[in-house]
């Protein structure tokens, strides 16, 4: 699957597609040297966790 980044608002932003279900309501990110970008959970604040 393939994302694009879009500005809105002065933001650069990549939309989540459907296929995927965030587990978290906050994400730090990274980018590596060749370009990769990683968001990792902030918080323990999980929805996974909710809702068991």
Not at 44 to 50: G, R
Request: aromatic share 6%; glycine share 6%.
């Amino acid at each position: 699957m393939s994302v694009k980044v879009k500005a809105i608002n002065g933001e650069q932003v990549i939309t989540i597609p459907s296929t995927i279900h965030p587990m978290a309501t906050e994400y730090d990110m990274y980018q590596g040297y060749d370009g990769t970008i990683v968001c990792l959970p902030k918080n323990n604040d999980n929805k996974k966790s909710e809702a068991e």
